[in-house]
């Protein structure tokens, strides 16, 4: 009998939704492996607390959870309340072996002690660093009482892990630094701890990019660089710096900037783009399917990935680096990627600490200018890299760990 397991992550999208397939892939190779898999994620809608839907092969259980706007106390009660409400009704789904956790120390907690009751295997997987990211993009001191029981909490989730899934290599560090190892004083043996990042589908990623291109006359024009950034537009991308780099480029005809995606500051940066006529930044649409993304960022000169500063200090997981990579156009990180610089190491862009715009207008005129040649040796170094991360290999390695 096929051995069961639970994915269970809020965020986690069904697949005509999806903008980060990690969680879909990992299904699907798994199912491939010989596993039962139900995918467990949170939903607003609906007046049920649980409403089981079958998506193609997928399998899903979306949680009725509290609906919430921006990201205040009402989207942390919202992760907790789903994490609360499974755990007091798993027993009334099929019992899993193995529960693969996304984990958002520390309001996800009752899916720890889920585990324990239901007796399973427990592999906890971080994106990102919660509590600590609060701490980085100074929303809260590492000395607040709060952020000390957070921590506190953090450090049971991983301790109650028979296997720990980091999608950043700095966490290692992380680990030991805060003497949860055993090797400094801690529980957590590093034997049990992987660094798995994020990827991308590299087979249909290509068919995506001929399945759908699009009549947009910006994208098709041959006789401009065209700077693309895709993805969230809020506090901690930065994204004002890199319009302010192209307002420096506006006597460069041959520059134009474009803008995927939306946030908290899309409003504000376009009124500013407004105010100050800057006449090469074209802002579109706020949100694209994941595979009409494909065939944008092909069309690149150059895909830009912005932070604000100290973001990578433990790495970059972010997905749509990868699709940059898979892209196979050169890439400027605003950010030092302190871990893993998959950028610098391979020589496919630049990814250094770009605090004014003059430095940006530097190091994207120092890749889009370069001869052609060695132009196209970058594009081809970057599609290269991107087979590393291809998720027939991540899945390979994680299918590894659930035993």
């Not at 427990?122 to 600590?132: G, H, K, R, S």
């Not at 530097?362 to 890299?385: F, G, L, N, S």
């Amino acid at each position: 009998m096929a051995k069961v397991v639970w994915i269970v992550n809020y965020y986690t999208a069904t697949p005509e939704k999806v903008s980060n397939p990690r969680y879909l892939q990992m299904a699907h190779y798994f199912m491939k492996g010989g596993y039962k898999v139900i995918t467990f994620n949170h939903t607003f809608k609906g007046e049920k607390i649980f409403q089981r839907r079958q998506y193609g092969e997928y399998d899903f259980v979306h949680v009725k959870s509290p609906c919430y706007v921006g990201n205040g106390l009402k989207r942390m009660y919202s992760i907790w309340k789903f994490a609360q409400t499974l755990n007091n009704h798993c027993k009334e789904f099929e019992k899993p072996d193995i529960v693969l956790q996304n984990i958002h120390p520390p309001f996800d907690y009752p899916i720890v002690k889920m585990t324990k009751k239901l007796e399973a295997k427990y592999i906890a997987e971080a994106w990102d660093l919660w509590p600590d990211n609060f701490a980085v993009y100074g929303l809260m001191s590492r000395s607040n009482p709060i952020m000390k029981v957070a921590y506190q909490i953090e450090k049971y989730y991983y301790y109650a892990a028979d296997e720990i899934v980091f999608t950043l290599k700095g966490a290692f560090d992380y680990l030991k630094n805060k003497g949860w190892t055993t090797e400094t004083g801690g529980k957590i043996d590093m034997n049990h701890v992987h660094y798995i990042n994020n990827g991308i589908d590299l087979e249909q990623f290509d068919k995506d990019v001929v399945a759908h291109p699009r009549k947009d006359a910006d994208l098709n024009d041959p006789n401009t660089y065209k700077v693309i950034y895709l993805g969230s537009i809020n506090l901690a991308n930065n994204v004002k710096t890199l319009i302010e780099a192209a307002n420096l480029l506006q006597g460069n005809p041959k520059y134009r900037f474009f803008f995927y995606g939306d946030g908290a500051y899309r409003r504000q940066l376009e009124w500013m783009v407004k105010e100050k006529q800057i006449s090469n930044v074209v802002f579109k649409e706020r949100r694209i399917p994941l595979a009409e993304c494909a065939w944008v960022v092909s069309q690149a000169t150059v895909n830009v990935m912005n932070y604000s500063k100290g973001f990578a200090y433990m790495g970059v997981s972010a997905g749509k680096m990868f699709q940059y990579l898979a892209a196979g156009k050169p890439i400027v990180c605003n950010v030092k990627i302190n871990y893993d610089d998959i950028i610098t190491d391979n020589d496919l862009g630049i990814a250094r600490d770009l605090i004014t715009p003059e430095e940006f207008v530097t190091e994207i005129r120092h890749i889009a200018e370069q001869p052609q040649e060695q132009y196209d040796d970058m594009c081809k170094r970057v599609r290269k890299v991107a087979t590393r991360f291809d998720y027939k290999v991540l899945a390979k390695q994680e299918l590894e760990l659930l035993g």
